[in-house]
């Protein structure tokens, strides 16, 4: 998977407009829906050639889905260090800065690295006069970073509309599917198993499959492609790994997706490169026969081996902007970049198992969502349904789409919303602005047993990060 010093160097040499790291971003906000008028084949080829990168040769962990994909890949990038791997992750999406979603070993790329290798991709693409959007150029940044960071596994997220692209792009040794939800829950099954059909292209001769979801019909449909694809199916995921209260309920299935997913991965590929084999909580060692000696027992006794619930019982179940709950806040806060309504439910569960943990006498629920993934009439009932076991209120905001330009939102008409929940007998304000509807739930909530939780999508956290950043 190493590239040799001859590629890298050819690399290195490419030369051109030299941009700032403010040109590269304005360039990727301005080339989230540009057309590729070349094939994926060509892409690969240039990538290769040009670039000398080699992302086939790559040995890869893909994990897509609907929900739940960002805390997975955390899970499995800290499985896989603790064996002793050095791992590339890649995430979707930010909500700060690009460099969010480029990582080494849980360490996100420099500033400086980022811009000079998007001048590197950038200028290569002009030169073959290939005009690249910008999940193109994320990966061939990525993709250059690895490489010359020598990782011996990629971890990547990978959103269920650039499927075809990364199975263009990536050989998928293990892919991860968490669960699969359509954008609207009131959608037909047969759009589901649409989104299903598209993840086809991930799976390869070899590839092991292995699922979170829990309906039937979902898992019976990756399995035929799976076996169609000869690919590997893995037995899907039923039991929660053993996370801390209350995150077990809120993250534990994404755990186990990723421990599954790393043992698959170790004990098929990486004990190649791992350097802590003997001490592995997931490479499966060769039985001896017999009974251990005495001395063998001492020290057993002496040198406990750490077991895989320690691990879980050790491991910091956030992951910045997409789960963070920041107690060290008056009141307290929590972040979610929930944006559909099946990632909402499980949220507001969190938020009620908080409840029940350290009783909120003040809760409010601060929303700014894509309309198109929310069904109306279905998460009304989930919020009425929420605020039945737990008192509080929900704040309304419009979205702002200057923060996530790789979507096209269409926002909520916040005041008929927030009228309808009146006649549901929800509490329920519109506000014009994130940062008014921010103060006043500042300003209703009790500064140490208050909670405050802002989700529905990427853009609010964005939001919420700038409002901070601004109060200091």
Known sequence: MKSTTQKQSRASQITGLQRSYQEITAYLDAHWHTPLKESMPTIVTFLESDLAIQPKQQKTIIISGSNGKSITAHFTTRLLQSEGLSVGTLLTPHTKAYTERISYNDEQISLQEFTDLGNTVLNAANTRNIALPSSLVLDAIALLFF?????????????????????????TNVLVVTRITSENTEQSEEKQLAIIAKIRSLIQSG?????????KQHLQALETITNEQNGIWEMPIRKLAPLGYPFEQIHGRCAALAERASSIYMNSWGTEEATIVNESLLVKQKGKRGRPTLEAKQQAKLHPKKTIDQFWKDTLNELPSRFELREEESPAVILDNADNLDALENLLLGARLLHYKRPVKSLTLIMSAEAQNFETESFVRAVRYFFKKTPGQIFICPLDQNNTPWTSPQGWDTSALAAEFTNKKVKASAFTSFAKAFEAAKDVSNPEDGLIVVTGSASIITSYLKYRGSAK
């Open 147 to 171: 490489t010359k960071k020598q990782s011996d596994v990629l971890v990547i997220e990978a959103n269920t509309n650039l499927v075809a692209q990364y199975g263009e792009l990536y050989k």
């Open 207 to 215: 590839t092991h499959v292995i699922s979170g979801d829990q309906l």
